[in-house]
């Protein structure tokens, strides 16, 4: 789930969607808000004038090609509205994905919603379609740039935890089955055809465009749900 925190708005303070948030910000002159996976840093940011970050070169912060033929965003999230920190998500919870691919001045959208997933599972969702479509299109070979904000993805593939749980039988080192392991596998059985994709980390919503619409085209898929 995602809190969005309005600084400067027609009613600052924190919502639970991004149609909420958007109705407080859009149009007002010089609007301020991000988006944050934990509430606490959305309750700072509207206490202080921002989170504490590291110095900020750009919103990824890892390298990727300097001229890539594609940028992919992917993301995933989930509403469980009326649970504790820490619940399980409840079978009635919205959850949804989507990703957006830029090739040539051209845009090729996907998203998709399900009830009762989580955050993770809507990432990989995300991840999983967008290979597939790019696979289907021959941009398989083609420089790829992937930025999307979900550490859990990016660190299975980038620490190669992936090939580890693979090894294992799809295990942790702890012995306790890996999540979403359907996905996982999927995933694992389509990179091998992408020969020049890399795996870019961008903080949610900060400044990357393409970052902020995908995020906002999964909240418009749970709006429909």
Known sequence: MKF?????????????????CET??????????????????????????????????????QSGWKNPDILLFTDGGSRNHGNHAGDHVHADDKAAWAFLIRRDGHNVRGTGGEYGA????????ALRNALKVLGQRGWNHEKINAILDSR??????????????????WRKSSGETVANQELWQEIDRLLPYFSQIKFIWTKGHADNKGNVIVDQMLNAKMDQM
Do not use: C, H
């Not at 969005?4 to 909420?20: N, Q």
């Not at 989580?118 to 969702?125: P, V, Y």
């Not at 859990?152 to 294992?168: F, H, T």
């Open 152 to 169: 859990y993805v990016l660190q299975a593939i980038q620490k190669n935890w992936l090939q580890s749980w693979k090894r294992n039988g």
């Open 4 to 20: 969005y925190a309005v600084r400067k708005g027609r009613k600052p303070g924190i919502y639970s969607t991004w149609s909420e």
């Open 118 to 125: 989580t955050n993770n599972r809507m990432e990989l969702m």
């Open 24 to 61: 407080q910000v859009k149009g007002f002159p010089k609007a301020e808000y991000k988006s944050f996976r934990q509430r606490t840093d959305a309750e700072s940011y509207l206490q202080k004038n921002e989170v504490s970050n590291p110095p900020k070169k750009s919103s990824a912060v």
